[in-house]
């Protein structure tokens, strides 16, 4: 199991990465089916703090307020809308395999590592590849308006030299559907009093 103390450097001077022991496939599986759950009367309990109010830190904190918990979300800019998220504007990758050429969380895996020189923690990428399935229906479910084939699926295609056609895509502004997806879902949440915002903080 995973420590759940501070990351401090070591005498060495390495950062404690707290990735769970196991095989590569399977360290945030276990560690997900070990941990401990805390039941729905006691989350408004607790306090979250989220920095960053773009597609990482919107959907966090919207996703956090959706399951009970009271959400502090802190904002550098005037609006959660000024995130540089709104440059992604490709498409989203979800090793979904929608077209049966061969894709899987492996090989996700696997054009993730080799498309970041090999110096991404292994164990991190593996747990985002495998959640890129999920994140394609939340982004959906949130109103985020992705193009779709003739008979309603969604439409996928091959971007930045991968093999497999695994990015979905709001025609060319991708990154601005997502955050506009992402701001909803996190207005909705401010509105019924589970997050509170700290703009320009």
């Known amino acids: 199991m995973a420590s759940n103390a501070p ?10 990465s707290a990735v769970p022991p196991g095989p590569l496939p399977d ?5 997900k089916a070990k941990a401990k759950l805390i039941n729905p009367a006691n989350k408004r309990k607790y306090s979250v703090i989220v920095v960053g109010s773009g597609l990482a830190g919107g959907a966090a904190a919207a996703t956090l307020s959706e399951l009970g918990y009271q959400v502090k979300c802190f904002c550098y800019q005037d609006s959660p809308r000024r995130a540089h998220s709104i440059a992604a504007q490709g498409g989203i990758n979800g090793a979904k395999n929608y077209q049966n050429d061969g894709d899987s969380v ?4 696997y054009d993730t590592i080799k498309g970041g020189d090999f110096r991404s ?7 985002l590849a495998e959640i890129s399935l999920q994140i394609i229906d939340q982004c959906a479910a ?9 008979g309603g699926a969604l439409a996928n295609r091959s971007f930045g030299g991968a093999q497999v056609s695994r990015t979905f895509y709001a025609r060319g502004q991708t990154g601005q559907q997502l955050l506009l997806g ?4 996190l207005e909705k949440e401010i509105a019924k009093g589970g997050v509170k915002m700290h703009p320009r903080t």
Do not use: M
Not at 27 to 31: C, G, L, S
């Open 106 to 109: 492996w090989r996700l895996f």
């Open 27 to 31: 360290k945030w599986t276990d560690y």
């Open 142 to 150: 949130q109103g985020v308006p992705f193009a779709r084939e003739y």
């Open 121 to 127: 923690r292994e164990a991190n990428v593996h747990l």
């Open 182 to 185: 992402c701001y909803q879902a």
């Open 7 to 16: 990351r401090t450097p070591s005498s060495n001077g390495s950062l404690d």
